[in-house]
Every structure is written in C-alpha cells, then in structure tokens.
C-alpha cells in the first residue's frame, strides 16, 4: 500500500480561498477536490484548476456517485481538509446529508475515522472576508453560526477560525503522522 495522503476540498466561498490555495501548493502527497461552485468562485480569483493540477491530483464534482470517497475505506487518506467551506456545506454537513463530492468525502472520512479539519465561512457575527473586488464586510445569519458550532461537536472534526489556524492545525496533524 501507498502511503497515505491528504484530501482537501474546496467548496464555493471565497472565504481568503487565495490564503487557502497558497499553503495548500506547499504541501506534498495531497489531492484536491473542487465541488462545482469551488470551480466557479477560483475562476472569480484568477486560479486556474490547470495550475492546481500541475501540483497534485484534481478531482471535480461530476458524478452522482462520487467514486473516489472509496479511498477513505483503502486507507488512502490520513486527513480531510475542507477549506474554505461554504455555510451550505457545513449545514448539509450538520445534518448528515451526503448529496455532493464534498458533502460526501466529509462523511465518509467520519465514517471510516479520518479526521477532518474544517475552515468554515461563517464564524462571528460580524467579519471580515475576501470578495474578488477586495476585503468586504459580511454579517452571518444565526442560522450559519449555529451550524458552525454544531460542526464543532462532530467526533473526527475540528473547526478553525483562520487561515494562520488553518495552516497550523493541518501542520501539526502532519507532524503527528511523521
């Protein structure tokens, strides 16, 4: 057998996705993962999927099935990484629907004990993000709140709050594997 990799997801948000993509390109042995929105809003940052490919494995979302959360039961995966994350996956999350690629590489790492790390888009009241113009202002609904602190509950998961969290929480799980 391989030795296993990380996979790491991006969904929709633009949450510092730039941030996100860069510390992602310094790592090794990682897959990528781009659900159907990820690959619109990295095209709204100027990051092109075939540049990411030139690094490291590229899947998209374009099937029902999505054949390649199999990996989780192979062994081939050590850790999930979903980065940024929209409040729509993170409340499909919480809820256990498994409806995507990236809903379903969530649960399936659950399933099979991975651990996943998870930078969620909403997670004060009041924040500041990244839009494709520049840094903007955003107030997130109680509802996404509250789904952010139930995803924080899920065994197998930890929730971060920003990229330098991020890149530390997924650095010192690396270190643990070594």
């Known amino acids: 057998m391989t030795t296993p990799r990380l996979a790491w997801a991006i969904t929709g948000s633009g949450h510092y996705i730039e941030e996100c993509v860069e510390f992602l390109l310094t790592l090794d042995a990682v897959d990528l993962?781009?659900?159907?929105?990820?690959?619109?809003v990295l095209k709204m940052y100027g990051i092109q999927l075939s540049d990411l490919r030139e690094k490291m494995p590229v899947y998209r979302d374009k099937t029902?099935?999505?054949?390649?959360?199999?990996?989780?039961y192979k062994g081939y995966y050590h850790t999930f990484v979903?980065?940024?994350?929209?409040?729509?996956?993170?409340?499909?999350?919480?809820?256990?629907?498994?409806?995507?690629l990236v809903t379903n590489l969530y649960s399936q790492a659950g399933k099979c004990r991975v651990p996943s790390i998870?930078?969620?888009?909403?997670?004060?009241p009041e924040m500041e993000t990244?839009?494709?113009?520049?840094k903007v202002m955003v107030y997130p609904r109680k509802i996404d709140l509250e789904?952010?602190?139930?995803?924080r509950q899920f065994e197998y998961?930890?929730?971060?709050?920003?990229?330098?969290?991020?890149?530390?929480t997924v650095e010192q799980r690396l270190k643990t594997l070594s």
């Open 33 to 40: 993962y781009v659900s159907q929105a990820g690959e619109e």
């Open 130 to 134: 990244t839009a494709p113009s520049g």
């Open 157 to 168: 998961t930890t929730v971060v709050e920003s990229v330098d969290a991020l890149i530390s």
């Open 147 to 151: 789904g952010t602190e139930k995803l």
């Open 118 to 124: 998870v930078y969620p888009c909403d997670i004060a």
């Open 82 to 100: 979903l980065a940024p994350a929209t409040s729509n996956t993170i409340a499909k999350c919480v809820l256990g629907i498994a409806d995507s």
């Open 64 to 72: 029902a099935s999505c054949p390649p959360v199999g990996h989780f």
